[in-house]
């Protein structure tokens, strides 16, 4: 069974932090090429930050400098550290994984990944 299972959302303040989780189970090895997007009522999702096989990044512009993303490999978890919050980060985010441990193009295209969780929501209030 494949789980992606997102924790770690909640309500801050303008300029607060979260740091979201992301517990990997099941066919998804934690190796594989992983990301974090966010879909914010009435807009698509977008991409906020990926992470290969070799521990190359990749960050949306929107976020560069505030979020940090991470794995790690022995306890199956990848993470999304989010400072300096703003209202307009407002969203469900949601972690997915490719198939595969490496990615080429736009690595924060939805369309590439094979493997979602639930979410978990964020809310940043001004």
């Known amino acids: 069974q494949v789980q992606l299972v997102e924790s770690g959302g909640g309500s801050v303040q303008a300029g607060g932090s979260l740091r979201l989780s992301c517990a990997v189970s099941?066919?998804?090895?934690?190796?594989?090429?992983m990301g974090w997007f966010r879909q914010a009522p009435g807009k698509e999702r977008e991409g906020v930050a990926g992470?290969?096989?070799?521990?190359?990044?990749t960050y949306a512009d929107s976020v560069k400098g505030r979020f940090t993303v991470s794995k790690d490999n022995a306890e199956n978890t990848l993470y999304l550290q989010m400072n300096g919050l703003k209202p307009e980060d407002t969203a469900m985010y949601y972690c997915?994984?490719?198939?595969?441990?490496?990615?080429?193009?736009?690595?924060?295209?939805?369309?590439?990944?094979?493997?979602w969780g639930q979410g978990t929501q964020v809310t940043v209030s001004s």
């Open positions: 992470i290969g096989s070799d521990g190359t990044t």
């Open positions: 997915a994984s490719r198939n595969v441990g490496y990615c080429a193009g736009n690595c924060l295209a939805p369309w590439k990944y094979n493997f």
């Open positions: 099941g066919y998804i090895r934690s190796n594989y090429y």
